[in-house]
């Protein structure tokens, strides 16, 4: 069974333990797809106050993460042939699905998790990291990207979720956002379920999943629509695909 190993470097530890305690990520651990550590570079520190940051070179508001620590702290994780490292940076390249399904393909990871205003540029380049982000906007450290991470890669193990059938229809993983989902009861003041969800023909309904895919895609990221309709060459979506653009005129 396929495992990934994250290592987590991070002041605050606590953040990734305890948010990983519980859901699914927790069943990951406890079945052993995943194994998660958090790593304090403050306990790599050789500063008697035990300081890892300090102010910068140049004068500037803020202060910067030190060298020292996270170059001992980096060096005491295990690597191997197949680790890959991270940075996660307002900077670094922007995280999707597709680079979620890459990452699933290692066995380790390391995330560096900065604080402050930021690292010193030479952990940067000692660690060789990969810098990435969560998208653009900022904030007060790399943990909670990380977790968000960490969540996406591992969904694309088999064995995580229950059924990996389940991670197929998310939205972007085949470049769609999900089709609508419905549950009991049927009818819920005046809202009924559409009526190809009732009547267990799976044909039918797996047809009408894809076109609300589709659709869903148009209404909600044109983007995504476009390049969606730029690649496609499978034939029942092709026929699909013109049902929408007929029924939108366009």
Aim: charge should be neutral; charged fraction near 30%; hydrophobic fraction near 35%.
């Amino acid at each position: 069974m396929k495992m990934i190993k994250f290592d987590v470097m991070t002041l605050f530890p606590d953040m990734i333990n305890q948010a990983c305690s519980h859901s699914i990520v927790s069943r990951g651990l406890e079945n052993g797809v995943i194994s998660i550590n958090a790593i304090n570079p403050r306990d790599y520190t050789k500063d008697k106050h035990k300081k890892v940051d300090d102010t910068p070179f140049g004068g500037g508001a803020g202060m910067v993460l030190m060298c020292q620590p996270y170059f001992d702290c980096f060096d005491a994780i295990p690597k191997n042939d197949n680790t890959e490292v991270i940075l996660l940076s307002p900077q670094g390249e922007t995280f999707n699905q597709d680079m979620s399904v890459e990452l699933s393909k290692k066995k380790h990871i390391i995330f560096i998790c900065g604080h402050y205003e930021g690292f010193d540029e030479r952990i940067k380049i000692y660690t060789a990291a990969r810098e990435v982000s969560i998208g653009d906007f900022v904030l007060t450290g790399g943990e909670l990207p990380a977790l968000c991470m960490i969540d996406s890669i591992a969904r694309n193990i088999d064995g995580f979720l229950g059924k990996i059938d389940s991670a197929h229809y998310d939205s972007f993983s085949d470049g769609l956002l999900e089709y609508p989902q419905y549950t009991k009861p049927r009818d819920y003041k005046g809202m009924p379920v559409p009526e190809v969800l009732l009547n267990g023909n799976h044909s039918e309904i797996n047809k009408w999943r894809r076109k609300q895919q589709i659709i869903t895609t148009y209404k909600k990221r044109r983007d995504l629509f476009d390049k969606f309709q730029k690649n496609c060459n499978n034939k029942e979506d092709l026929k699909l695909l013109n049902e929408v653009k007929k029924s939108f005129k366009l």
